[in-house]
């Protein structure tokens, strides 16, 4: 009886953390471009390159932890 009572909270709550779960992934994913869209315009010089190819690493790294966040926790 308590469970049919308490559905609609549940149900609420599950739609909230969809949500933000896919806002957290989108931004992970803009965050990612970002850092290898400025990774690549520092690696045009060769000074910049010591800094630009982590970022392309770190933000290429983002990037697929943001799209396959749930296959990788289960590792």
Known sequence: MIDILLFPFRAVMQLIGLVLNL???????????????AGLALTVTFFGAIIGIPLLIIGLLLIIRSLFRNILSGL
Request: aromatic share 0%.
């Open 23 to 37: 806002t957290g992934r989108l931004l992970g994913i803009i965050i990612g471009l970002i850092l290898m869209v």
